[in-house]
Nanobody, 115 residues
Framework: QVQLSESGGGLVQPGGSLRLSCETS????????MHWYRQAPGKKRELVAS???????NYGDFVKGRFAISRDLPKASVYLQMNSLKPEDTAVYYC?????????WGQGTQVTVSS
């Protein structure tokens, strides 16, 4: 059974930091490009960051150097370090694993940036 389990969300003040984690099981992790998406109330789900099977990272334009995606192959996990958080970063953040054959989603973790 495939599972993607996000953690690390919460309430943080503007300018603060959070580190999201996504632990996977049931997949051959090295075969998958891993993504972080987010969805704010009333808005479409948008891509935050990706890391491909070669370890290359890509980011949404709005990230602008504030976030960093990384992965740990032995732990089959992907991380999103988020710095300089803004109120507009408030959203549910989802982990996604995609290969040529399958796509899997986590249940999401809430990030709220507010003073």
């Amino acid at each position: 059974q495939v599972q993607l389990s996000e953690s690390g969300g919460g309430l943080v003040q503007p300018g603060g930091s959070l580190r999201l984690s996504c632990e996977t099981s049931g997949i051959v992790f090295s075969f998958y490009t891993m993504h972080w998406y987010r969805q704010a109330p009333g808005k479409k789900r948008e891509l935050v960051a990706s890391i491909d099977t070669g370890g290359r990272a890509n980011y949404g334009d709005f990230v602008k150097g504030r976030f960093a995606i990384s992965r740990d192959l032995p732990k089959a996990s992907v991380y999103l370090q988020m710095n300089s958080l803004k109120p507009e970063d408030t959203a549910v953040y989802y982990c996604n694993a995609k290969s040529d054959w399958h796509t899997y989603w986590g249940q999401g973790t809430q990030v709220t940036v507010s003073s």
